[in-house]
């Protein structure tokens, strides 16, 4: 989901992002994933939730909803939290932002740990923005058996091309699909939410990125089906060839 945070509002903001994950919902969508600090944040944290309304469209549609990247208080201490809902509505558990960006180190504590998350038949990891510039991230959760990576970000309207480079190394070097939305409030941030997943060349065995961009100015849903056993097996074949007795440095 590419959404756009309405300043002046927190209840506004959380109103239009859960009537547009309905509309996901709707249109048969299995897993549904908002970007990063898409609420307003005059206050933090905010002094609206909005995973209650979130709840509510992954248990009426039996959806896993990826909440984005948002402030929580967790025991004292403030996170960047993305948290995780499973079909059921209930929390399956949040996964804090690791690498914090500039000014976020000053607000909150960084997370320690990549999480999978085991939902319906597959597994998922949570890359939080800045995460998905380092590849050891992307790495150990799809070591960890990640069948997909979703990475709820928010990109400024220069740092557009190379996320996308990131987004789309981070797809090809571990042979998984990467959901990547981003928000939209100009003029700073202009949205190119993207899906990056995988299509194989069978004469060649070539893969090749397949990337499905939302380029519309506007808040939007960009749905990809993604082949998760292409990539499993893709992954499996690749991952054979390591050598890590050569991935040594002192």
Not at 28 to 36: F, G, M, Q, R, S
Not at 65 to 72: D, I, K, L, M, P
Not at 186 to 197: A, D, E, L, N, R
């Amino acid at each position: 989901m590419q959404t756009r945070p309405v300043a002046t509002s927190v209840k506004e903001t959380i109103f239009r992002a859960v009537k547009q994950a309905k509309q996901a919902a709707e249109r048969e969508a299995d897993i549904i994933c908002l970007p990063e600090h898409w609420l307003p944040e005059k206050t933090i944290p905010s002094p609206m939730s909005p995973i209650p309304g979130l709840q509510s469209i992954a248990e009426e549609y039996g959806v896993v909803v990826v909440g984005g990247a948002f402030y929580e208080k967790a025991k004292g201490r403030l996170y960047l939290n993305s948290p995780v809902i499973g079909r059921d509505g209930e929390i399956v558990g949040r996964q804090p932002k690791v690498h914090l960006f500039h000014f976020e180190k000053k607000i909150a504590h960084p997370g320690n740990d990549y999480k999978i998350f085991q939902l319906d038949g597959f597994k998922i990891g949570v890359l939080v923005c800045y995460d998905v510039d380092f590849p050891e991230a992307s790495r150990i959760l799809t070591f960890r058996g990640a069948d997909l990576l979703m990475c709820p970000s928010r990109i400024v309207r220069q740092g557009i091309e190379p996320w996308r480079q990131y987004v789309t190394i981070r797809s090809l070097e571990n042979r998984i699909a990467v959901v990547a939305p981003n928000v939209y409030s100009p003029p700073m941030f202009t949205g190119y939410s993207m899906i990056v997943s995988l299509k194989e060349d069978p004469k060649m065995r070539i893969s090749h990125p397949r990337m499905h961009v939302f380029k519309e100015r506007r808040e939007g849903i960009v749905i990809e089906d993604i082949d998760l056993a292409l990539h499993a097996r893709l992954r499996k074949e690749r991952f054979a060839d390591r050598r890590p007795e050569t991935y040594v440095w002192n």
